[in-house]
């Protein structure tokens, strides 16, 4: 569970206050002055722009004091305990209290962490139903990861019963309000035809619809489906973009990819010393097949000054993640120096 802070942050506080000052606020906030109050927990959980300590137990001495039909505060109130904020134990029977209680104010975030609660059993028993009915109401209401569970429980039948149609609508919904992980999910499905027909052409926009969210397994898919030519026309120059996009993010079969394509000349200059480059990225975060590459062009000197020590080493490595040419090169090896 993610700890979200919904205070009013458009007025940060800037400056370290005075007792009078802060005495000034209060008074404004024990009139209704929203405003007021925000500034005032702004400043004693956040610590004003880092001027001034930070004093929790105060914020929650407001948190209480203000709590009464302000469902964010409710909520928040909720994750101090769930989290064991101003030295409280953690103690999650209580944040489901104020969770709940926030939920029922209508706080669509609070009825998403309700529903949490039950999927975990924290502070309850383990409740699949109990959580489904609590995502379902924060879904409707439109919070967005609300909505992607929802389309998965659909999807999977867990909490409910199995709704392919409801599972696309929710996971749709989850999509409109920018929600990666339902957009990841339909993409998938589209793209694996999990439960539905196999759709290339569905998922191509939702994997680019995340690539430029940022996100890097959508960023990695849309470089997949240029390179084959699955759910839009084949196009090297733009599936080495999205590779090489991937890549910078340290995710190794990107990685792989693009040293594959700068070796064979695909949608580029044949470059060998960009492969390496990119072979010896990818190998460094476990890939095998990238291993075996750096192993064999060290051995060559293909894009790089040959190293037979260093190349055993990465043969060595590859032929642990069981790769059968870096085996056979080290048992050859070991044949010949008996």
Not at 282 to 306: D, F, P, R, S
Request: net charge negative.
């Amino acid at each position: 569970m993610q700890q979200e802070h919904a205070l009013n942050l458009s007025n940060p506080v800037q400056h370290m206050m005075s007792s009078d000052s802060l005495l000034l606020l209060e008074g404004r906030a024990n009139e209704g002055d929203q405003q007021a109050l925000d500034e005032l927990l702004n400043y004693y959980q956040f610590g004003g722009n880092n001027k001034s300590p930070i004093d929790e137990e105060k914020a929650l001495e407001l948190m209480i004091k203000f709590e009464e039909n302000n469902s964010t505060i409710q909520r928040q109130i909720g994750s101090f305990h769930y989290f064991g904020k101003a030295n409280l134990p953690i103690d999650f029977e209580k944040a489901l209290f104020w969770y709940r209680k926030s939920a029922n104010n209508g706080n669509s975030i609070a009825m998403f962490n309700v529903g949490l609660l039950y999927d975990r059993g924290q502070g309850c028993n383990k409740n699949v139903k109990e959580a489904f009915n609590w995502f379902f109401r924060a879904a409707v209401a439109g919070h967005g990861v609300s909505q992607f569970y929802v389309g998965m429980m659909f999807d999977r039948g867990e909490g409910t019963e199995k709704d392919i149609q409801q599972a696309i609508y929710w996971l749709n919904q989850s999509v409109v309000n920018n929600c990666i992980e339902g957009l990841t999910y339909l993409a998938s499905m589209y793209e694996k035809g999990e439960n539905i027909e196999q759709d290339y052409s569905k998922a191509f926009p939702l994997f680019l619809q995340g690539a430029n969210m940022g996100h890097v397994e959508c960023i990695y898919h849309v470089g997949v489906m240029y390179l084959s030519g699955r759910g839009v026309e084949v196009n090297y120059p733009l599936a080495l973009k999205y590779f090489l996009m991937a890549a910078t993010r340290n995710h190794a079969e990107a990685q792989y990819n693009a040293g594959t394509m700068y070796d064979r000349g695909m949608g580029c200059l044949q470059d060998y010393t960009e492969s390496f480059k990119l072979f010896m990225s990818g190998a460094m975060n476990g890939h095998a097949i990238c291993q075996y590459y750096v192993g064999n062009m060290l051995l060559k000197g293909e894009g790089t000054l040959v190293d037979v020590k260093h190349a055993i080493f990465w043969m060595k490595k590859a032929a642990l993640q069981g790769i059968p040419n870096a085996i056979h090169y080290i048992k050859s090896m070991e044949q010949e120096s008996k």
